[in-house]
């Protein structure tokens, strides 16, 4: 099970930091994603990163903004995100997938439900 945290209401140029939190399993060999989606638009990757070396990447979108990290002891993957504009706003999932590589799967396996970020002065 994956469980979101740490969404909110937050001005334009403001930051969270969203918390994924596995339960049931370790992640040390997962391969670890965040999407987000917004009303009426299509989910789309934001970030990943991989197992195997912590490999990370970034949509063009959120590239020096956000920044993914994992905490395999505490079974956490966290996303800071920083300078943050309104149309930042959607809903951001975590997703899993086994993979033990350098980089990060297309598809993912398993997926929380979700937090909600507004970003709106």
């Known amino acids: 099970q994956l469980v979101e945290s740490g969404g909110g209401l937050v001005q334009p140029g403001g930051s969270l930091r969203l918390s994924c939190a596995a339960s049931?399993?370790?992640?040390?060999?997962?391969?670890i994603g965040w999407f987000r989606q917004a009303p009426g638009k299509e989910r789309e990757g934001v970030s990943c990163?991989?197992?195997?070396?912590?490999?990370?990447y970034y949509a063009d979108s959120v590239k020096g903004r956000f920044t993914i990290s994992r905490d395999n002891a505490k079974k956490t993957v966290y996303l800071q995100m920083n300078s943050l504009k309104p149309e930042d706003t959607a809903v951001y999932y975590c997703?899993?997938?086994?993979?033990?590589?350098?980089?990060?799967?297309?598809?993912?396996?398993?997926w929380g439900q979700g937090t909600q970020v507004t970003v709106s002065s």
């Open positions: 997703a899993v997938k086994y993979y033990r590589k350098t980089y990060c799967p297309s598809r993912y396996d398993y």
């Open positions: 990163i991989s197992s195997s070396d912590g490999s990370t």
């Open positions: 049931g399993f370790t992640l040390d060999y997962y391969a």
